[in-house]
C-alpha cells in the first residue's frame, strides 16, 4: 500500500464549505504517483506506459479543508495487461472518499495492450490487497 | 436532453498531448448546471438541495485541444430520491468518455433526502433516456 | 476584442461563496484560444510558437455562481516579439477581475524568440486597444 | 520563511511537455497555508480574514513533472493592512517562477479592512526579507 499524506487548498473548498467533488480525481491521480513509478521510474512522460480505462468514485462523507488528508492506495485485482487501484481518502480517522481506477499496461508507439509480467507484475503484487470473504 | 458546447483550454491538455483524465468531472459538472436549475433555479448555494453519491466515468477514447466538444446530458433512472445522470463528451462525431452520476435530492437543513415528486419529477422525467433492450 | 461568454461551474467556487481566485487564469487562458489562433491556426500543440512569461490579475471585486461570465481580451502593447493580452472577466455588467499576460512570439526548435512582423503583425494589431491619455 | 515541498501531478502537465502556468497560482496559494493560520488558527472559512488583490507571475523557466518542487513562501512588505506576498517555486536548485501575492487583512462582517497590529503583525514581520539594495 501507498500512503500520501497532504493539506487541501483552499481552492479545493467549494460553496457549500466542504472539499469538492472533482478534486478527489485530481488527488487520486496524484496519490498514484509511486505507482507510476513501477512503470516509468523517472515519470518521464515520453516513457509512460499506462492508459486509464475508467475510475468510479464514491462519496462517502464530507472532507474539509484545514485538517491533513491521507490516501491510501493499492490493488485489488491484476489481470493480463490491466490492473484496478482502489484508493481512499482519510481524514480525522474518517474515510471521505473511495476510488478504483482501471489501468491498462499500454504501448503507445504499437497502440496495443501489453502483459504485466516478471518483475512488474511482482511489484504489483506486493501492492494487491483482496477483499476477505 | 441537455448540451453543452465549448472549446477546451490548453490547460486542459496533459504531457501526452491529450485532454487529461481528470478535466472530465469537470466539465461534467459544469454541463450539469441545466439540471441543477431544476432544483436551484438561481443556482444559489444558498439554497442547494443536492448531494453527489457516487461518479463512473468509462475513457472509451482521446480527445484533444482544438476541437469544439459537446457534452449531452440525460437521466436514465429516477428513483424515490435519486436519480442516475448519463454524460457523453463527443468530439468529431465521436464519442470520447461517458460517465454516469448518482444525485440525492438532499435537504442540508436536516440532513435528510427528499422525495422526487410533483413539477420536479416530471421536470426530470423529461430528461428521462432509457436504454432500450 | 475577442470576446467569450459562459456559466461558471459549481467547481469554481470556493468556501467564501464566490468564485476562486485561482479561476480568473484559467479562464484567461480559455479566453485567450482565439488569439491562439492567429499563431497556430489549427491549435495543434505540436506547432506551438508562444510562451507566457508573465501575468497579472486584479481581483477588483467579486465573481458568482449562476450568471453569465463574459471576458473581453484585447492587447495594449505590441514589441519586436512581445506582446500584452488584457483580459476583463465581467459580470452583471461590472468588471470582476482584469489581468494582463505577457507573450513572447517563440520557437520551441530554436529555442529563441521570433519577429512579430507582417500578416501577424497585423491580425495582432487589428486587437491593439491603446489607454487614451 | 515557510516551506512546502511535493511532487507535481500528472495533471498538473501540459501538451508542451512542462507544468502549465496555470497551476503555479494554485500551487502558491496551497503553500499559502502556514501563513493563512496566523490569521485563522484553524484554517475554518467561517472565521476567515483575508481577501487577495492581485497576483503577478514571473514565468522564469520550465518546471516538469516528475521531480520534487520546493516553495518558498516569505513577505517584502507590510502595510497598515495590507502585505505581500512573495512566492518562489523551485526544482533541482534552479527558479522556475516566482510570484508576488497582494493580501489585505479584511473583516467579511464589516466589509472593511482591518489594521495589522500586535502579535498579528509580530508574526507576519517574524517572516518578512527586504531585498537588500
Given at each position: 500500500m501507498?500512503t500520501?499524506?497532504?493539506?487541501?487548498?483552499?481552492?479545493?473548498?467549494?460553496?457549500?464549505?466542504?472539499i469538492?467533488?472533482?478534486r478527489?480525481?485530481?488527488?487520486f491521480?496524484?496519490?498514484?504517483?509511486?505507482?507510476?513509478r513501477?512503470?516509468?521510474?523517472?515519470?518521464d512522460?515520453k516513457?509512460?506506459?499506462?492508459?486509464?480505462?475508467?475510475?468510479?468514485?464514491?462519496?462517502?462523507?464530507?472532507?474539509?479543508?484545514?485538517?491533513?488528508?491521507?490516501i491510501?492506495?493499492?490493488l485489488?485485482?491484476i489481470g493480463?495487461?490491466?490492473?484496478?487501484?482502489?484508493?481512499?481518502?482519510?481524514q480525522?480517522?474518517k474515510?471521505?472518499?473511495?476510488?478504483?481506477?482501471?489501468?491498462?499496461?499500454?504501448?503507445?508507439?504499437?497502440?496495443?495492450?501489453l502483459?504485466?509480467?516478471?518483475?512488474?507484475?511482482?511489484?504489483?503484487?506486493?501492492?494487491?490487497i483482496?477483499?476477505?470473504?
Amino acid at each position: 500500500m501507498f500512503t500520501l499524506k497532504f493539506s487541501p487548498s483552499f481552492t479545493d473548498t467549494d460553496a457549500l464549505g466542504h472539499i469538492n467533488n472533482t478534486r478527489l480525481p485530481v488527488w487520486f491521480e496524484r496519490a498514484r504517483n509511486d505507482l507510476f513509478r513501477l512503470f516509468t521510474p523517472d515519470l518521464d512522460p515520453k516513457k509512460w506506459r499506462l492508459i486509464l480505462a475508467s475510475i468510479k468514485i464514491d462519496f462517502l462523507g464530507e472532507l474539509f479543508y484545514g485538517e491533513e488528508i491521507e490516501i491510501k492506495t493499492y490493488l485489488n485485482k491484476i489481470g493480463n495487461s490491466s490492473f484496478v487501484v482502489v484508493q481512499e481518502a482519510w481524514q480525522n480517522g474518517k474515510i471521505g472518499s473511495r476510488g478504483e481506477a482501471v489501468l491498462v499496461h499500454y504501448s503507445f508507439e504499437n497502440k496495443a495492450s501489453l502483459p504485466l509480467e516478471g518483475e512488474l507484475r511482482e511489484a504489483l503484487t506486493a501492492h494487491l490487497i483482496q477483499a476477505t470473504s
